[in-house]
C-alpha cells in the first residue's frame, strides 16, 4: 500500500522554537508539498519540491523553510514559530503529471504553538 | 485571489437523500477537476475527477457535473451515507501544471 507517512500526528511546541516536520514517501513521487489547513481558509500551500534540492515558494511560504535532500524525504521547518502557525500540516507527493494524477496526502500533523 | 471558491462552508443532509456539493472557478485555463474528501485527523483522499472534454462522471454513488461556461461543478452524493461526513475539497488544474488548486472546502453532515 503506498503511502505518504508524516512522523508526528500531534506537536505542541513554545513560540520561538524551531520547529521540523518530516514527511517521508514510497511511491518514487518526484513532486512533494507542504499545506497547511485552517478553518474557512482551506488548503493553502507553503512550498513544493519538484525534483532533490529543489523548491518553489506556494502561497504562504512566510516564516517557514524546507529541505529535500532526498526524492522521499521533504521536511517543513518553522524557524521560530508563533502562534499564528498553529495549524494542521498536510504533506503530499505526486507523479510529475500532478494535473492528471493528483496528490497523495499524508494523515497530518496538528501543531499547536504555546 | 481566490481562484476555486466553495461557497458553502457546511451542509447538512439526511441519510438516503441526494447531497450536492458546488464549487466555482474564476481561471478559464483550468482544464481538469477532482474532489478529495477528508476526515477530521486525516489527509485528503481522491474520491473522483473529470476532464474539461467531458460534462459528467460517474463512479458508484457519486457523480461530477462540470458546466464549463458557467465555470461550475458539482458533486452528487446518492443515496448518501452516514459514513460520507466529511470535508469535500474541489480542486482544479490545468494540463502541465505540477500544482493543485484547491476550494476552501465544504463540511458535509449526514443525518441519520
Known amino acids: 500500500d503506498v503511502k505518504v507517512t508524516q512522523s508526528s500526528r500531534y506537536l505542541v511546541k513554545r513560540t520561538g522554537e524551531k520547529v521540523f516536520l518530516e514527511c517521508v514517501q514510497d511511491?518514487?513521487?518526484?513532486?512533494m508539498f507542504w499545506y497547511r489547513q485552517d478553518p474557512g481558509l482551506g488548503l493553502r500551500l507553503i512550498y513544493f519540491?519538484?525534483?532533490?534540492?529543489?523548491?518553489e515558494k506556494g502561497d504562504i511560504p512566510e516564516g517557514y523553510s524546507v529541505s529535500r535532500e532526498k526524492k522521499e524525504r521533504f521536511s517543513l521547518i518553522l524557524e521560530s514559530a508563533s502562534t499564528n502557525q498553529t495549524s494542521m500540516y498536510l504533506c503530499?507527493?505526486?507523479?510529475?503529471?500532478?494535473?492528471?494524477?493528483?496528490?497523495?496526502f499524508g494523515s497530518g500533523t496538528r501543531l499547536t504553538v504555546v | 485571489d481566490q481562484q476555486v471558491k466553495q461557497n458553502s462552508p457546511s451542509l447538512s443532509v439526511q441519510e438516503g437523500r441526494i447531497s450536492i456539493l458546488n464549487c466555482d472557478y474564476t481561471?478559464?485555463?483550468?482544464?481538469?477537476f477532482l474532489w478529495y474528501k477528508k476526515y477530521p485527523a486525516e489527509g485528503p483522499t481522491f474520491l473522483i475527477s473529470?476532464?474539461?472534454?467531458?460534462d459528467k462522471n460517474e463512479d458508484g454513488r457519486f457523480t461530477v457535473f462540470l458546466n464549463k461556461s458557467a465555470k461550475h461543478l458539482s458533486l452528487h452524493i446518492v443515496p448518501s451515507q452516514p459514513g460520507d461526513s466529511a470535508v469535500y475539497f474541489c480542486?482544479?488544474?490545468?494540463?502541465?501544471?505540477?500544482?493543485?488548486?484547491f476550494g476552501q472546502g465544504t463540511r458535509l453532515t449526514i443525518n441519520p
Open positions: 511511491m518514487d513521487h518526484e513532486n
Open positions: 473529470i476532464s474539461s472534454i467531458k
Open positions: 480542486a482544479a488544474s490545468r494540463q502541465g501544471a505540477q500544482k493543485l488548486v
Open positions: 519540491s519538484y525534483d532533490v534540492k529543489m523548491k
Open positions: 481561471n478559464s485555463m483550468f482544464d481538469y
Open positions: 503530499a507527493s505526486s507523479l510529475v503529471d500532478s494535473w492528471y494524477y493528483g496528490y497523495t
